[in-house]
């Protein structure tokens, strides 16, 4: 089954009607003298449309479709105004050969095992033929090379723009408060032979006090998954812990244990290994973050502004 019968099918009927009533010219828009299909637009939105399928249905599901088609509509016309602008370049068609060639020989290696008919086998199921997965590779590398030069080489982002960005939204790297914790659980007994885990709690916190090992103790008596850890948690935002963790927790310093705690599964017994209290993150500890963000934000201007000049000097009508 081809990515486009797979597309009608997840989307259901609501979809189905959109579709039937758009495929009665097939076309999209043109660039130039080249048309970008529904097929096409189909195609691409087929993966997220499987998403949506299993989140939605209806109004809500033919919404959201209406949207990935459009956003892969306008990546679709963007492409051809690339492909297009590359021509006036005056570039010999065989400048790409070597490259491409390479690029085909990497993926019939990784996947599928250097068998090249068995690749030629799987475009055809795929409805496609070598020819125009190689020109879509080759189209690929056209568009990445002119994006690189019109847009991602253009972009630097000073060090005093990230620090405006930290001080703007110092919100976004609030740490919220942390407990390191080990547990020594005691399920509730569903056996009338089993020890009474209350009882068994006592014994144990005794011995504490006499000195044992928490960790040790975790190992023999703990009925958690992190027995085998000696009972360890590892850290929890305080937020996400169970109400009776939290309000356990709360008074207890690093290094200091709970009483028994009872709880409708279980009993427990709690050691506050190490606590983080609420905290900012530094600047040092989100630069990259931050300079990564904001590349993308002036990536994705730049990107629109060069699209839309373009727009300006290409013929582009959509249906």
């Known amino acids: 089954m081809?990515?486009?019968?797979?597309?009608?099918a997840?989307?259901?009927?609501?979809?189905?009607?959109?579709?039937n009533a758009q495929l009665v010219d097939g076309i999209k828009a043109v660039v130039a003298e080249s048309p970008v299909t529904y097929v096409e637009v189909a195609n691409i939105s087929a993966p997220?449309?499987?998403?949506?399928?299993?989140?939605?249905?209806?109004?809500?599901?033919?919404?959201?479709v209406f949207e990935v088609e459009t956003n892969n509509l306008e990546h679709l016309v963007a492409r051809q105004l690339i492909l297009q602008e590359f021509k006036t370049y005056n570039v010999p068609e065989t400048i790409l050969d070597k490259d491409v060639d390479k690029r085909i020989q990497e993926?019939?290696?990784?996947?599928?095992?250097?068998?090249?008919?068995?690749?030629?086998?799987?475009?055809?199921?795929?409805g496609t033929t070598l020819e125009r997965f190689r020109k879509n590779i080759r189209d690929q590398f056209i568009e990445?090379?002119?994006?690189?030069?019109?847009?991602?080489?253009?972009?630097?982002?000073?060090?005093?723009k990230v620090e405006s960005y930290y001080q703007d939204h110092r919100d976004e790297f609030k740490m919220e408060d942390e407990v390191k914790l080990r547990m020594i659980v005691l399920n509730r007994a569903t056996d009338g032979n089993a020890p009474d885990p209350k009882k068994l709690g006592e014994e144990i916190l005794s011995k504490l006090q006499e000195g044992a090992s928490f960790e040790e103790m975790a190992r023999i008596y703990s009925q958690g998954s992190q027995a085998s850890r000696g009972g360890d948690w590892g850290w929890y935002a305080t937020s996400k812990l169970r109400k009776e963790f939290a309000d356990a927790a709360s008074p207890l310093k690093a290094g200091e244990r709970s009483g028994l705690i009872e709880a409708s599964d279980a009993f427990y017994i709690m050691?506050?290994?190490?606590?983080?209290?609420?905290?900012?993150?530094?600047?040092?500890?989100?630069?990259?973050e931050i300079e990564k963000n904001l590349k993308l934000e002036e990536?994705?201007?730049l990107e629109k502004q060069w699209i839309a000049r373009l727009k300006k000097k290409t013929f582009v009508k959509f249906f």
């Not at 019109?150 to 060090?159: D, K, T």
């Not at 050691?271 to 990259?288: C, H, I, M, S, W």
């Open 48 to 64: 997220a449309v499987e998403t949506l399928s299993h989140q939605y249905d209806g109004e809500g599901l033919q919404q959201r």
């Open 2 to 8: 081809n990515r486009l019968r797979v597309y009608f």
């Open 271 to 288: 050691l506050v290994e190490d606590k983080k209290p609420v905290r900012y993150k530094t600047l040092a500890e989100v630069r990259d």
């Open 10 to 19: 997840l989307a259901g009927w609501v979809l189905a009607v959109h579709v």
């Open 299 to 301: 990536t994705s201007r």
């Open 144 to 160: 990445v090379a002119l994006r690189n030069k019109n847009v991602s080489s253009e972009i630097i982002i000073s060090p005093h």
């Open 107 to 126: 993926i019939v290696h990784d996947r599928f095992y250097g068998d090249r008919m068995r690749m030629i086998k799987t475009l055809q199921a795929e």
